[in-house]
């Protein structure tokens, strides 16, 4: 006889831990499985986190935070900048702590977790696990993946999780100490020469370190992000000591189906990746909480709400910014000089409390005929 429980969990990212943390309080038993010895690394991450979309899903704890944002620089493809003003925008986070806090916080509550424990199959209600090169079975009534973007549980449980080469960003990132930068101010920088059908940030961990990384996507550029990145830096901050040489993938794309009969996909598993700005710390923990809350229900046999919950609170984010990232993508650099204006003319000496981002396209669109052109569709 195997060893079971009500609830498993396959991945210690936030989706994963915030699923069993919200699950655990019901009382029920839940084991969170996590193939890496410690959780949070290694990391793939720029450990940007917005304010505004983690509300009333977690309250961010002072000693997770590098270093604390009050808007940002943004760049256009001439090099010309503009300031936008956001007082308690967000983090900058440090992951290598929040990832674990919020592991402890399912320990806490009653979860036991098995680290150093990779799920590799999945059988007649089993995940199967390998561990230090032993094999076990843990029963399951229901399961939550929360594997981040390889989304092997996904698959296996029937989910079409495969991404084409248009439905994921290819980003390089590397983390630099020793150089100068206001912590206060992230910087994104946009154009054909820096991310093609991406952008780059450079994101403060302190006043003399930063993630500085970016995305591009493979429709519109053959070369390895690290070619460009290693251009942005040598230019930036020549003098700059690399730390760590991250390299990984953004899922863009939006699942038909997310759910099943005894399962639920959260966080990259489920693709809930912004497809915009490639965020997906928000949605993971948003998405581990609805997961928890709902995994119960089915469990005491009551109707469950999942997937009218992440349609409300997830997808109808993502659906619109995903119509808008195929316009993005058609852009040339001309249209992106354009927007910049646009946006310059908008932001510049304001301070801001928040940003719509479909009254944003839409203020875009409606300035440029030919805007108009390529977005009519995101309008009507
Ligand atoms: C370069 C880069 C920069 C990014 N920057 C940002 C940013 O600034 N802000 C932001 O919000 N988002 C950012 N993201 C996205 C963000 O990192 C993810 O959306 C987020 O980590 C998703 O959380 P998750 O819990 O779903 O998955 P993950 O954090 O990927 O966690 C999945 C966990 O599952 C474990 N696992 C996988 N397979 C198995 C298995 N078979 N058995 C057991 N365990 C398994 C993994 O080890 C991992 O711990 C970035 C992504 C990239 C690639």
Known sequence: MSESYDLIVVGAGPAGSAAAYTAIESGISVLLLEEHPQIGIPLTCAEGLSRSTIKGYLDVEPEWISTELSGSMVRGPDGDEFKIEYPNVG???????????????????????????????????????????????????????????????????????????????????YVIEDIEIDPR??????????????????????????????????????????????NLVKKEFPEGKIKERIFGCVPVK???????????????????????????????????????RNAVLRLKGKEDHFEVEIKNEILKEITFHHKVRNVYLRLTDHDYRKIFRIGKRIF???TIDNINSRRLVREILLSSHHLFGLGFSLLF
């Not at 995940?127 to 029963?139: H, Q």
């Not at 403060?204 to 070369?223: D, E, F």
């Open 91 to 173: 983090w900058i986070m440090n992951r290598k702590v929040f990832d674990p806090a919020l592991t402890k916080k399912a320990i806490s509550n009653g979860a036991l977790v098995e680290t150093s424990s990779r799920a590799i199959g999945i059988e007649d209600n089993e995940v199967i696990v390998e561990n230090s090169g032993e094999r076990r079975r843990y029963g399951f009534k229901f399961l939550i993946a929360a594997d981040g973007i390889a989304s092997n549980v996904g698959s296996w449980m029937g989910i079409d999780t495969n991404l084409n080469l248009n439905e994921i960003e290819s980003c390089a990132e």
């Open 185 to 230: 101010y992230a910087q994104l920088i946009f154009g054909d020469e820096y991310a093609p059908g991406g952008y780059a940030w450079i994101l403060p961990k302190s006043c003399n370190s930063a993630n500085i990384g970016l995305g591009v996507s493979l429709l519109k550029t053959k070369k390895h992000p690290k070619h460009f990145l290693d």
């Open 254 to 292: 939006i699942l038909k189906k997310f759910s099943g009969e005894n399962f639920y996909l959260v966080g990259d598993a489920a693709r809930f990746t912004d497809p915009l700005s490639g965020a997906g710390i928000a949605n993971a923990v948003k998405s581990g909480v609805i997961a928890g």
């Open 348 to 350: 510049e000496g304001n």
